[in-house]
């Protein structure tokens, strides 16, 4: 659909920002020691530590990304869910007591408690950054696919805004601000999504009627599309050899649309988008959005067949709507980029009917179709995967200095309960918020990232602002809980630990704050250019790095006493280099990020973490075991 923003959804999305920036001038007052700006000074109740911990963790993949990969795939985007969930047994039962009793304000102070080593002061100051930076890319993606249908701006414009919040936030208050903003976004996230999902249900599944009905049976014939006035069928060339497609110009416009071929030869009666090199869009032949019947695509998101031949299925229990989305036909869609001689490539949308028990079982997007495959490699990129979120959780940086916001201990095993409780629930939300949104008939088959918001907009645009506006808010507590790990990383474990720079509080808040803005600026930079790729994706790369580099560590150092401190330093080191190259030299990373042929990729698979994951554990035992004994030959010579 082309996106067209609303004075309603203009109005909710500057109060709903204006209502942060307040909350952060308001709280600006206590935060002036670096325990009240790095750790909102341990006087966070636990419970309110929970909900900003979900507030925090539900993050743009989370809601933009795990529904839109529902919406366009079905089950496959909850495996996402089950795995980010997961890890968070990793940190109520092993991470969480142990971090509040050893660390004050980093992830840096946990393990370097008992050793004072400026390797690993360095070493976890450089891994915070990265992973950090990496986590950073898709909430600024998410925040620019949010702002394009809110206020009708670029992409740019939504992330250079968010850059510039989130900033504020962070310099004015710090963790006070940011604790309280996660903990308001949460509890309104899940409320909201529950109050939609109730609202999916009440409304249950629906045929199309009229005009849209009669589309979505016959489409459009081949004689409309080769026999019209002026039609001239092009001829294979360039990067079309050998596709699927067939490429038609319309002489009276000079458009030249794409269609499918179908078995048989003939061209496919399905309807087709498609986006041109130079950005024109081509909706069944005519240019998209020119008023109906002529090039207005009929709304994404349609079923094909209910049970019975139903043509609707009335208000649904939660396992009924479950059990019609798999007895059901759902239209689904499918793409293909197919290059031109001149160096562009045109992108053709074409529509997959597909069964429930296709999509509501795994293996039925690009990512988790390895599932089925016979090959080796391809079982092993998804058990990576999987490994990665259930590992990763634990060592996301911006996740574990939460534990530093309340008093004690209990209160930190409290607050990871409460945050389990509320990220599963609204997890399982998610499931029945991507199934809506499938046939909602609002979906943008370009643009996964907006089916949340989208299915809102099918109720009233009144709720499509509000969950815009909440959405966006999302963005920010992530960010700003991201942006606070990586400043904390540069003034208090480099500046103050590893260089020794002799700083007083004030001095060193200032610091933390300069570095916020540094970080903000390179946030920005990052959404603009990783502005195509799915957020949920680029999400698994960052808990790939996080869980290589700081996991086998924070585990060793807690459970193995002849850990030493060359061991924790080559461990993160290793394991952050290796996985950040495995993932460099990945085919996803040649396709979506280089534009190179992903065949020439120099890794098996994509993702690293049950290689580099494994790396990490023996590096530490390794050179633990090596400078250990090292270390006792010394003292025995003294």
Not at 25 to 42: E, H, N, R, T, V
Not at 264 to 274: E, N, S
Not at 397 to 409: F, G, N, S
Request: glycine fraction near 12%.
């Amino acid at each position: 659909m082309i996106h067209a923003s609303s004075g309603v959804a203009i109005a909710v999305f500057l109060a709903c920002v204006g209502a942060v920036l307040a909350i952060s001038f308001y709280l600006g007052g206590k935060a002036k020691s670096a325990q009240g700006y790095f750790a909102a000074g341990g006087g966070i109740h636990w419970a309110v530590n929970g909900i900003a911990f979900a507030g925090d963790y539900l993050s743009a993949a989370s809601f933009l990304g795990i529904c839109g990969m529902i919406a366009f795939f079905g089950y496959d985007g909850f495996l996402y869910s089950i795995g980010y969930l997961a890890g968070w047994i990793v940190a109520l039962f092993i991470i969480a007591e142990p971090m509040k009793r050893l660390g004050r304000y980093t992830f840096a102070d946990a393990l370097d408690n008992k050793f004072n080593s400026r390797g690993i002061k360095l070493a976890a100051a450089i891994s915070t950054l990265v992973v950090s930076c990496f986590y950073l890319i898709p909430q600024m993606v998410g925040a620019g696919a949010l702002v394009t249908p809110l206020l009708g701006f670029p992409h740019w414009v939504g992330v250079l805004i968010v850059g510039c919040v989130v900033t504020l936030i962070v310099t004015t208050a710090g963790m006070v601000s940011t604790t309280w903003v996660q903990f308001i976004k949460g509890s309104a996230l899940v409320a909201l999504c529950t109050m939609m999902t109730v609202m999916i249900l009440a409304r249950g599944v629906r045929m199309p009627e009229g005009e849209a009905a009669t589309a979505l049976r016959r489409g459009v014939p081949a004689a409309e599309i080769t026999g019209a006035p002026g039609a001239v069928v092009l001829p294979e060339e360039g990067g079309w050899t050998g596709k699927p497609f067939v490429r038609v110009r319309t002489e009276a416009t000079g458009l030249v649309s794409v269609w499918r071929r179908s078995g048989d030869g003939t061209l496919d009666v399905a309807q087709t988008l498609t986006v041109m090199p130079d950005g024109r869009r081509i909706a069944n032949g005519r240019p998209q959005g020119t008023g109906p019947g002529q090039g207005d695509l009929i709304p994404a998101g349609q079923a094909a067949r209910l049970p019975g031949g139903a043509k609707e299925t009335g208000p649904l229990s939660p396992i009924g709507f479950l059990q019609t989305m798999q007895d059901s036909e759902i239209v689904l869609w499918g793409n293909e980029k197919i290059a031109e001689a001149d160096g562009g490539a045109t992108t053709v949308y074409f529509q997959k009917p597909t069964t429930g028990k296709d999509f509501m079982a795994p293996g039925s997007s690009p990512t988790f179709r390895k599932v089925r495959s016979e090959k080796l490699g391809d079982k092993l990129d998804f058990l990576s995967l999987m490994l990665a979120l259930f590992c990763g959780t634990a060592s996301l940086p911006h996740i574990l200095i939460r534990y530093y916001t309340v008093k004690d201990q209990v209160s930190a095993r409290k607050s990871t309960v409460v945050g389990i409780a509320a990220i599963g629930f609204f997890y399982v939300l998610t499931l029945y918020l991507g199934l809506g949104a499938m046939t909602s008939g609002t979906l943008d088959v370009t643009d996964s990232n907006m089916s949340a918001p989208l299915l809102a907009r099918s109720f009233n645009e009144l709720l499509f602002a509000v969950i815009s506006a909440v959405a966006f808010t999302t963005v920010l507590g992530t960010v700003s809980g991201l942006i606070m790990a990586a400043s904390g990383a540069v003034a208090h474990d480099l500046m103050t630990n590893f260089l020794k720079m002799k700083m007083d509080d004030a001095r060193k808040v200032r610091a933390a704050k300069v570095a916020a803005v540094c970080v903000g600026a390179l946030a920005i930079v990052l959404g603009i250019l990783f502005a195509k790729m799915n957020v949920n994706f680029l999400v698994g790369w960052a808990f790939n790095i996080a869980a290589s580099a700081n996991l086998p560590s924070l585990v060793m150092l807690l459970f193995w006493k002849r850990t030493t401190k060359q061991g924790i330093t080559a461990a993160i080191i290793v394991g952050m280099l290796s996985s950040l190259t495995w993932i460099l030299l990945s085919a996803q990373a040649f396709k979506d990020v280089y534009g190179l042929d992903p065949s020439r990729a120099l890794v098996p698979f994509s993702q690293p973490a049950i290689v580099t994951i494994p790396l990490g554990f023996l590096v530490l035992v390794m050179v633990s075991l090596f400078t250990g004994r090292k270390d006792g030959a010394a003292e025995a010579t003294a």
